[in-house]
């Protein structure tokens, strides 16, 4: 089961910043933050992570409390093509069977002109 | 990023055949892929994870001889939907690890999909 939980859906204005939530209470010392997005039919395309320090990248950024409970992705100016779900999602980084990544039911965020 | 590219990108068929999805990772090694499947209006949901050289290992509910996975190389797994009937149509979508990632890159990236109508 994902260990997550967004709000199911946001709007944003075009031109201005998203901030997209997420909780994850029960996370471990060893799990990442991931965030990927879906655009409508498209495979998930990766935006960012983290573990406890922000993070930025050309996509977004991405904001981790101190006690690592709650994360916030910022897309500093949306666009429409920004439209799509987004997931946030939390895994140990591994390989074989370890860390899977398990997707919520993410939020789908709606930008508008 | 890394590449990992799905064919066919669309397949109809009829009930009672056999369809096979091809997931490649284009431009590194993947020791382990992973099959999805999404409903429309759904979120993804994890089928089986693949390593190189081994037996897939499937989630609680996917039935193995029904959805047969094969991860024959580092670049390659396809799955193959045994006897498909309507039910199964769906967007079945690959996702490719890379092996050699550093910790501060991701290191796990997704195909494009395949959708499967089943008539």
């Known amino acids: 089961d994902a260990k997550t939980t967004q709000p199911p859906s946001m709007d944003c204005a075009e031109g201005r910043a998203a901030n997209l939530p997420c909780n994850h209470s029960?996370?471990?010392?060893?799990?990442?933050v991931y965030w990927y997005r879906q655009i409508h039919s498209q495979g998930p395309q990766y935006i960012i992570h983290g573990l406890k320090n922000n993070e930025t990248n050309e996509m977004a950024s991405l904001i981790i409390t101190e006690d690592r409970k709650s994360s916030t992705l910022i897309l500093p100016h949306a666009t429409l093509r920004d439209t799509a779900v987004y997931y946030c999602?939390?895994?140990?980084?591994?390989?074989?069977?370890?860390?899977?990544?398990?997707f919520g039911q993410g939020t789908t965020l709606q930008v508008k002109p | 990023g890394a590449v990992v590219s799905q064919h066919p990108s669309r397949v109809i068929c009829k009930s009672g055949t056999s369809v096979k999805i091809e997931c490649r990772s284009l431009d590194f090694q993947a020791t382990t892929m992973f099959w999805y499947r999404q409903f429309p209006k759904k979120s993804l949901m994890l089928m089986a994870t693949?390593?190189?050289?081994?037996?897939?290992?499937?989630e609680q509910g996917v039935e193995k001889d029904k959805f047969l996975i094969n991860h024959a190389s580092l670049t390659l797994s396809t799955l193959t939907v045994t006897s498909a009937h309507p039910e199964d149509s769906s967007f079945y979508i690959c996702?490719?690890?890379?092996?050699?990632?550093?910790?501060?890159?991701?290191?796990?990236?997704f195909g494009p999909g395949t959708r499967l109508t089943v008539l």
């Open positions: 996702s490719a690890r890379d092996l050699f990632a550093g910790s501060s890159y991701n290191e796990q990236f």
């Open positions: 029960t996370i471990s010392g060893n799990e990442y």
């Open positions: 693949s390593n190189e050289g081994s037996k897939a290992t499937y």
């Open positions: 999602i939390v895994r140990v980084k591994g390989s074989g069977n370890t860390g899977k990544l398990i």
